[in-house]
């Protein structure tokens, strides 16, 4: 259920061994930090969700190599201490989050609209959707979501919550499938749920401070590996690689970004829009 999407390539591409310390700055329920452990590293896992955190911790009882740290990622000069070997972004939702209906992540699923991956912060989706101008609304349906029909989504919202609040995963989505042509229903939620999602938890915004804090803290031959599940992020990653590359400060390691392969596409959905980038510190 909870399997980690290209292990194997990330494994390679930080080259675990003892003596070395990685970064996995998205433990989730730890399955890359458990490989990165068998191969002798340190690791310090740091989560902003406390179930994972909590499981994770569960499943690593004896402690043995692994730190564990409650934070967002974007606050890692606060959390690491000493320049280390690799860093580790998986990017994007858990299928755990996922399939838990009261965190409010699925279309699948009806549940209280939520979306929060730290769920101490204030600001969820149910703020968003009934208290965000439709100004607002088409704004992030445009840009985080790449939303063509984001214009009329955004008033469908605004008509809808003048009736009544906006409360469920249900009710959104009922709200997304009247207001546009029947052929991109499915797709459409998708990126209405992603949109909001990315803004309720500042996700571009806080990509790009982790990974500028996170060269800062590479040792000289460290790596930085990014796992990212849409365009928007894989975006961001190159570009800040790139930017990296001219400045004389990174190598990338990937040319283009790894996919994962078929045999893993189909046997676990999350990897089929895997894009995995490296990049090595000079």
């Not at 452990?37 to 499981?55: P, R």
């Amino acid at each position: 259920m909870h399997t980690p999407v290209m292990l194997e390539e990330t494994v390679k591409l930080l080259k675990p061994g003892a003596g070395r310390t990685i970064v996995d700055c998205t433990l989730g329920f730890g399955g890359h930090a458990a490989a990165l452990l068998a191969e002798g590293a340190m690791v310090i896992g740091i989560d902003q969700d406390a179930d994972a955190l909590a499981a994770s911790k569960q499943k690593f009882s004896n402690g043995e190599r692994i730190t564990f740290v409650r934070a967002n990622f974007s606050d890692l000069k606060n959390v690491i201490r000493e320049k280390t070997d690799g860093f580790l972004f998986d990017l994007g939702v858990s299928s755990y989050q996922i399939d838990r209906p009261e965190r409010g992540f699925s279309i699948r699923y009806d549940g209280p609209l939520d979306m929060r991956m730290d769920q101490s912060q204030p600001l969820s989706a149910r703020e968003v959707l009934n208290d965000y101008s439709p100004e607002e609304l088409e704004k992030i349906f445009f840009e985080y979501g790449e939303e063509r029909f984001g214009r009329r989504i955004a008033r469908a919202v605004a008509g809808a919550r003048q009736i009544k609040e906006i409360a469920t995963t249900g009710e959104l989505k009922e709200i997304v499938e009247k207001a546009i042509p029947t052929w991109r229903k499915r797709e459409s939620v998708s990126r209405i749920f992603q949109a909001i999602r990315i803004e309720v938890n500042g996700e571009l915004d806080r990509l790009n401070k982790a990974l500028a804090q996170a060269v800062e803290l590479l040792k000289p031959g460290g790596r930085i590996v990014v796992i990212s599940y849409h365009s928007l992020e894989d975006r961001a990653v190159k570009k800040f690689f790139v930017e990296c590359k001219k400045n004389g400060i990174l190598e990338v390691i990937t040319k283009k970004p790894l996919t994962a392969s078929i045999a893993e596409s189909a046997a676990n959905p999350r990897a089929k829009s895997a894009k995995l980038r490296c990049a090595e510190k000079k």
